[in-house]
């Protein structure tokens, strides 16, 4: 047989491709000294290898056969202690029936979109947002629809507008998706006022906010604190919030370990639907990660890899400076992975991607962030994983793959 | 806020719990000593433990970023290599754009429940059938339609007379799940002939034959031998079946590495729709699989697990034969993990477990298995995980939960 099409299911025939992945696919498939832009991975060096090591040699002695056996769906449960003793220190209290473990945020995602959005549903995002989202909230047959944000976070008349509007069409609209913190892919860090705001918003509209948080301990402390990456979460007197994290970016992303805080009858329907999707996620993982948390490896990371980003961000913008002049232009990332940049005038990122390419390196078009149609005129850029070599030498092709436009014009 | 319920999608209000699932969660919150009959976990004893911890602590040298890195949804592709090479083992031929690695063959149901269900498709499935392709397909809102089996598997002549009916009243009706090597729960073997006569019969109706086989490589040669545990897939020459298998029986299911092979068109939609739900399976659990098959780990594995797990089944049979005499009665199981026992006359399944519970053993009533309401008569006992002295102390406690019923008679 050639085609299976007529054995697909209606969502099997309409899938939605994240694009990031299909990007890993080219640099997986691309031979020579391709520097990427696009992942946005963090950087092995700063994994603690010396810890994991340890750890993993003393679970695997054999002598506790539950490191490797089947477990709850929910979790490890010391582990899901120990992840509410994390919460506990970005402000947010809660008990053991409102988190679980989910393998990676996406996971999240996808039990967001799978137990709370109905096909038809409409679902706020911002304009630009995270791709993984945006496939993830698609394989749910829903309508996204695009918020802009200003340079403090998404703007909250346009927010509150589009609601109205949307429920004024007799939409079921339930759900605003944000990552409040060193937003992917704008690097954004949604102000404490609107955060306060929001939550007000959304008892006001009877909505509920998806807080996806895989950034915050990622601040640069040049321009940004602690406290000012603190979660909607953490002031959800009312039950709003459903709340995303990962260890992904502070330990490693190998190892499919993030988490879920939510009210406790959605957390409930989340682990009945998981046990459908894989059981539980990898055993061993939870227990290394559980391990780092107890004997603080976790915590000292933490500044280390502010240190190490941040240089990463200098790195990147001093070269780009150096390269593009003032032709690109960006919003001065405060925390995270991404620099989200506008192009000159004219410029579009589709045809200038396929420049970058055959001169060796790669990012992110802009589009691919955009639920409206917008953003031909962006690149994401991450800084996290290429060396500052690489970054520096990265910007220099990237300006080469600038110049025949330029000569067009 | 109290109730979440306006919120839910249709699917997070008819959501399918895993009877399997619920009863690992009596079992982790009950202390004391209950033997536990239920899980099909593998036993600990049976991991290689110092294989294990020697490839992790190669791994985790530092030398290699990307063991601990995001990669590739289609899986690592050495290890995808390892699998093909698994899978000539079995008599299976694929290449690269056939096999995909899965978070547990949980997820590969799915990732087919998914791609390949649509609402209100009815789908045929043994009676009794695996509780966890029960939970996953009926997430997809589909119809599961009941097929008997005799001692040598699947009934041909009702399958064809079911999916006749179905066709007939209008149903879209395109795959049939069966588990072929000693099934779970009735550890039955498929004969190679009905499997040669399935393939005809899914060819002639135009349908897809989903082959979950965890358990091919523990048969138990007294009764079975490898060649009688032949997968349909090995003889596939439409490209009809889409084929599950596991690491989880052979090494541990704590790495959560399985995977499908199936026709490239079908794997190439699972990858797209597996880039939404979670990314990628973990990567550090992905190598050392690999690695694990690699060093020859996997194959010298399977000779002492046949081994230990027939020599579970002979202390079951011995035990329940010992307490129960001829009042409970089974099909020898010839291979797995599990014993299908009837009860006698006038017992069911549901209070049984209630005086189980109390005389501290468990066991999975027979009706979670059975699409068709049947089943109440039966139960499952898993014989791999609990010690030959647990089994026997299980098996006498339950001749005590039955002798109150047995009293009454």
Redesign the interface.
């Known amino acids: 047989?050639?085609?299976?099409d007529k054995?697909?299911?209606?969502?099997?025939r309409n899938?939605?491709?994240?694009v990031l992945?299909k990007m890993?696919?080219v640099t997986?498939s691309r031979t020579g000294d391709l520097i990427s832009f696009a992942?946005g991975?963090?950087?092995?060096?700063g994994?603690p290898?010396?810890e994991?090591?340890e750890i993993?040699?003393e679970l695997?002695?054999?002598k506790d056969?539950?490191?490797?056996?089947?477990?709850?769906?929910r979790g490890y449960r010391p582990l899901l202690e120990s992840i509410i003793g994390v919460l506990d220190g970005r402000g947010i209290k809660t008990d053991l029936t409102e988190v679980m473990t989910?393998?990676?945020s996406?996971?999240g995602?996808?039990l967001i979109?799978?137990?709370?959005?109905?096909p038809g549903?409409a679902v706020l995002v911002e304009v630009p947002t995270y791709t993984?989202a945006i496939?993830?909230f698609r394989?749910?047959q829903c309508r996204l629809v695009g918020v802009p944000q200003d340079a403090d976070g998404i703007n909250i008349d346009e927010l509150d507008a589009a609601c109205v509007r949307e429920r004024g069409a007799g939409a079921r609209i339930?759900l605003l998706y944000l990552v409040p913190n060193f937003q992917n892919p704008a690097g954004i860090l949604l102000s404490l006022d609107k955060r306060a705001r929001l939550l007000e918003w959304a008892e006001q509209r009877d909505m509920?906010i998806v807080e996806d948080d895989p950034y915050g301990e990622i601040y640069f402390d040049d321009v940004a604190s602690a406290g000012e990456t603190r979660p909607l979460k953490a002031d959800d007197r009312?039950?709003?919030v459903i709340y995303l994290s990962t260890f992904?970016k502070t330990l490693?992303?190998?190892?499919?370990v993030a988490w879920v805080a939510a009210?406790a009858?959605?957390v409930e329907?989340f682990d009945?639907?998981k046990?459908?999707?894989?059981?539980?996620?990898?055993?061993?993982?939870q227990r290394v990660v559980h391990q780092s948390i107890v004997r603080g490896v976790l915590e000292r990371q933490a500044a280390p890899l502010r240190q190490l980003y941040r240089m990463r961000r200098d790195v990147m913008e001093e070269a780009l400076r150096e390269q593009l002049g003032g032709r690109l232009t960006w919003i001065a990332p405060k925390g995270g992975f991404f620099l989200w940049a506008k192009l000159p005038d004219g410029y579009q990122c589709e045809p200038l991607l396929a420049r970058a390419l055959e001169q060796g390196v790669l990012f992110v078009i802009g589009s691919a962030f955009c639920v409206d149609g917008s953003g031909h005129d962006r690149i994401r850029m991450s800084f996290s994983w290429p060396s500052p070599e690489g970054i520096r030498e990265g910007s220099r092709r990237l300006a080469l793959a600038m110049q025949p436009e330029l000569a067009q014009r």
């Open positions: 047989m050639n085609s299976y054995y697909l299911s209606p969502l099997g899938l939605h491709e994240s992945r890993g696919q997986a992942a991975y963090p950087d092995p060096v994994f290898w010396d994991f090591r993993a040699n695997l002695s054999g056969g539950s490191v490797l056996q089947y477990g709850p769906t989910t393998s990676g996406q996971q995602l996808d979109a799978r137990v709370l959005i109905a549903d993984g496939a993830a394989n749910a339930n509920l009312r039950g709003r992904s490693a992303p190998g190892f499919r009210p009858p959605i329907r009945t639907a046990q459908s999707m894989d059981l539980m996620c990898g055993i061993l993982d």
